[in-house]
Each structure stands twice: as structure tokens, then as C-alpha cells.
């Protein structure tokens, strides 16, 4: 199934969880995949091997998203290798969960870089080239806790909330260039970052979702393939929940 061969993608924080499960996707569909991550060298170098074993191309960019340095090497990177540039999946992201009132002023300030100003500029970033070929998708990854809020997570909700405003703000800018931007609110998914939700939390969710399980990153990155495909040439600023029917609207 290697329908996008030929296409160029930067998946940011990609050395594991989600990100990761994603750039394995995409490059199971043909696409040669730029793995970003932040300090854990040795894991995008597992994700790049393991895109390399099965005859697709990977290739590791350690840069922080949150830099607009960094970003810009990340970008110029990937089109000096490759020439092209074709999808952007705006995944990195971190949590730094505590009550509102106990809140710290760098922990409302970490996560709002690293989940919102991170997709503002890889965006901005990838936008000239993609507008000179007058096409480009960009996928970012929200969370159902930008959609319906979360205990001890204001930070983390506001971040992602505002990366939905950007996708639907942004998508009505660019379309017209052949630019689709969407967005995937995925609820939990067992991946590091939430091994350390409390228990009580975790019993309460699995009760509440009917599913009664939580997602696996191999669950979310399919559909965030098929954003990032022409496929999607009509879904324009689309919020696509995948959360086992936790939330329906
Ligand atoms: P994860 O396992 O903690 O992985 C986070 C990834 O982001 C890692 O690759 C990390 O790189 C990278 N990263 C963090 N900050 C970065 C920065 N400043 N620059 C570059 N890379 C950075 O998290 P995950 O669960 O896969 O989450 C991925 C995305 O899905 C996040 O945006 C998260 O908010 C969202 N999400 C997750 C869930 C969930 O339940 N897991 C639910 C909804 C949405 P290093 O490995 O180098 O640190």
C-alpha cells in the first residue's frame, strides 16, 4: 500500500508513542519520513531503522520544536536531503499536569510552547514550500482534552485548544494554496505519556469510555495517514476524534 510514494514528510517527536507509530505508518504508505525528537537519539534511530528494514527511508532530526532556530534547520534540513516537502504532522507535545491553583508559571509556559507554538512554527516553517507546489497537508495532533477540558490539565487543554483554533484558522488561509490542514483529538493512548495518570483517573476513564479500553498509537497514525493523504482534498479544518466513543458529539 505504498500510495504516497514519492512524498516527503516531517513527523515531529517521532522518536516513540504516537509520533512514532505515525512515521512508521506513513512510510509503510510510500513516504520518505523525517523522524524528529528532542533528546531520545537512540529511539529515532530504532524508528529510522526500522523504516529502513522494510524498504522504505528515514532519516532523525534531533531538533526542539519549540526553537525557532531549531525549526528552521529541521525544514531546511529535510528539503536539502530530499528536495520536497510534502506533510507536516505536528505531534510533538508534553504535559505538565497539576491543579489550576498550584499551576507553576514555567509549567503553563512549557506546555503551551511544546503542544502550540511548536505547530506554529514548523507550520510557518513548511508553508513557502508547500506554496510553491501548491499542495501540502498538515496534520496536527490535538487531544480530547483541548475538545471537553481535563482535571489538572488547564495548561495541557488551553495548548491543545488553541491548536484547534490554528487548524481551523489556519486551513481557511491556505486552502485555496492547495493546503489542507486538519487535526486528530485523540483520547487516551497508552504511551509514556500517560504512565503517570493516577489511578482513580484511569479506572474512572475506562469506565466511561465504551470501548472500555484505551487506544494504541498504531490506532490514532492510520488516520492521521489518511489526512495527510489527497484523500482528503475536502476535509478542510476537521477535528477528527478517535477516542474508543468517549465523546460524541
Ligand atoms: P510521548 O510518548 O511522551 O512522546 C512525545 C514525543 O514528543 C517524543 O518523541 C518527544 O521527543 C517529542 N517531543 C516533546 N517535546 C519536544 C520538543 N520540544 N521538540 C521535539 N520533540 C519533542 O507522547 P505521546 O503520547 O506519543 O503524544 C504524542 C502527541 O499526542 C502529543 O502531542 C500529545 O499531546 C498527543 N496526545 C497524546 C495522548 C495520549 O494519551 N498519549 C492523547 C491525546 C493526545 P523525545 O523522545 O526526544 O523526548
Not at 109 to 119: G, K
Not at 207 to 234: C, H, M, N, Q, W
Request: glycine fraction near 8%; charge should be neutral; include cysteine.
Amino acid at each position: 500500500m505504498r500510495r504516497l510514494a514519492g512524498q516527503v514528510a516531517i513527523v515531529t517527536g517521532a522518536s516513540r508513542g504516537i509520533g512514532r507509530a505515525i512515521a512508521l505508518e506513513l512510510a509503510s504508505w510510500g513516504v520518505k519520513v523525517v523522524v524528529n525528537y528532542q533528546s531520545s537519539a537512540a529511539k529515532a534511530a530504532e524508528v529510522v531503522a526500522a523504516i529502513n528494514a522494510s524498504q522504505g527511508q528515514g532519516l532523525a532530526i534531533q531538533a526542539d520544536v519549540t526553537k525557532p532556530d531549531d525549526v528552521k534547520r529541521l525544514v531546511q534540513t529535510t528539503l536539502d536531503t530530499w528536495g520536497q516537502l510534502h506533510i507536516l504532522v505536528n505531534n510533538a507535545g508534553i504535559t505538565r499536569d497539576n491543579l489550576f491553583q498550584r499551576m507553576k508559571d514555567a509549567d503553563w509556559d512549557a506546555v503551551i510552547e511544546a503542544d502550540l507554538t511548536s505547530a506554529f512554527l514548523c507550520s510557518q516553517a513548511v508553508l513557502p514550500h508547500m506554496q510553491s507546489m501548491r499542495y501540502g497537508r498538515i496534520v496536527n495532533v490535538a487531544s480530547l482534552a483541548g475538545l471537553a477540558g481535563n482535571v489538572g490539565q488547564t495548561n495541557y487543554a488551553a495548548a491543545k485548544m488553541g491548536l484547534i483554533g490554528l487548524t481551523k484558522a489556519l486551513a481557511r488561509e491556505v486552502t485555496a494554496a492547495g493546503i489542507v490542514v486538519n487535526a486528530v483529538a485523540p483520547g487516551y493512548v497508552e504511551t509514556e505519556m500517560i504512565e503517570a495518570i493516577p489511578h482513580w483517573l484511569r479506572t474512572w476513564a475506562l469506565d466511561v469510555i465504551p470501548l472500555k479500553r484505551f487506544g494504541t498509537a498504531e490506532e490514532i497514525a492510520p488516520a492521521v495517514a489518511f489526512l495527510a493523504s489527497p484523500a482528503a482534498s475536502y476535509i478542510i479544518g476537521h477535528v477528527l476524534t478517535i477516542d474508543g466513543g468517549w465523546v460524541m458529539p
